[in-house]
């Protein structure tokens, strides 16, 4: 699945940001997606997903009641909704499918940074 994602910006401590994930394929209402994000020196790590139908979402644990997973398959478009972002939320973000392969494309992710 080739994806763009957009959205991403600086904001103080407390903001919110939208991210958004476009996917170039017409099938991507069957997959499970996720968003992911990399900070500098530290592993990439899954920040939430979202079942292909939008019913079934899961958090990292650290933005559980922060952030929002969802999704428009008719826009075949993902969201992450980020409210109450704090320093440590600072990467960059990406979207990729659930799980996601260690073979896969990731695209250029967009970056978000909180300041305190």
Do not use: H
């Not at 530290?42 to 559980?64: C, D, T, W």
């Amino acid at each position: 699945v080739q994806v763009a994602e957009s959205g991403g910006g600086e904001v103080q401590a407390g903001g919110s940001l939208r991210l958004s994930c476009v996917a170039s394929e017409t099938t991507f209402g069957l997959w499970r997606m996720g968003w992911y994000r990399q900070a500098p020196g530290k592993e990439r790590e899954l920040v939430a997903y979202i079942s292909g139908n939008g019913g079934s979402v899961n958090y990292l644990e650290a933005v559980k009641g922060r952030f929002t997973i969802s999704r428009d398959n008719a826009k075949n478009t993902m969201y992450l909704q980020m409210d109450s972002l704090q320093p440590e939320d600072t990467a960059m973000y990406y979207c990729n499918i659930y799980p996601s392969s260690p073979f896969a494309t990731w695209g250029q992710g967009t970056q978000v940074t909180v300041s305190s």
